[in-house]
């Protein structure tokens, strides 16, 4: 079962609706997030409400490249199995 969980993050398709709890829980992710300026990942507070908060929110408050940030994130599982060939 918890194999089939880990094929769902993998295979999940990142939308500005997507929680940074369910993003962070794709491999890779936490550093496309740092790459691309997202400061959540370590702001104290944002730990309180990291289940709430969706990353075209974040962008927004932000000012950041929202289509960047998704197609970066939605690019990690092509690339990961590029790199496995």
């Not at 309180?48 to 974040?58: A, R, S, T, W």
């Not at 950041?64 to 994130?73: G, H």
Request: glycine share 8%; charged share 30%; hydrophobic share 40%.
């Amino acid at each position: 079962m918890a194999a089939a969980a880990e094929d769902n993050i993998k295979n999940m398709k990142v939308t500005s609706n997507t929680t940074l709890a369910k993003i962070i829980e794709k491999k890779g992710a936490g550093e496309i997030l740092v790459k691309n300026g997202v400061p959540c990942l370590s702001c104290p507070m944002a730990s309180f409400e990291v289940d709430k908060l969706k990353i075209g929110e974040v962008c927004k408050m932000y000012g950041l490249d929202l289509k960047k940030i998704l197609k970066d994130l939605n690019g990690t599982k092509k690339e990961h199995a590029k790199s496995e060939s």
